[in-house]
């Protein structure tokens, strides 16, 4: 499977921004999508995640309230809405796809990630 990110730029603290991760390959191999973001000097970080189905989500408590993952089919894009966005918020941001084989470790889990697109750089300034 292939992701592709996009939609980043800069913004003001406090505004928004909606990144859009499209897809392509067999859905059997993208049974859960998630964000993860890196700031510039430290490690990648895991954001969000979404069964391709939409059933299930989840959100790291840093980022809960502000930000919301959903997954639009019919396009084959993964969106994650980003509101009350704070100069912390600072990151490339990638969008990776999981394996049904892998499907035992938890939603909440950063592992098994197998496929990645390129980031999208999100600034936010104070």
């Known amino acids: 499977v292939q992701l592709q990110a996009s939609g980043g730029g800069l913004v003001q603290a406090g505004g928004s921004l909606r990144l859009s991760c499209t897809t392509s390959?067999?859905?059997?191999?993208?049974?859960?999508v998630g964000w993860f973001r890196q700031a510039p000097g430290k490690e990648r970080l895991f954001v969000t995640a979404?069964?391709?189905?939409?059933?299930?989500?989840y959100v790291a408590d840093s980022v809960k309230g502000r930000f919301t993952i959903s997954v639009d089919n019919a396009e084959n894009t993964v969106y994650l809405q980003m509101n009350s966005l704070r100069p912390e918020d600072t990151a490339v941001y990638y969008c990776?796809?999981?394996?049904?084989?892998?499907?035992?470790?938890?939603?909440?889990?950063?592992?098994?990630?197998?496929?990645w697109g390129r980031g999208t750089l999100v600034t936010v300034s104070s």
């Open positions: 390959g067999r859905t059997s191999s993208k049974n859960v």
């Open positions: 990776a796809a999981r394996a049904p084989v892998v499907d035992y470790y938890p939603l909440g889990s950063s592992s098994g990630y197998d496929s």
């Open positions: 979404i069964r391709w189905s939409g059933i299930s989500t």
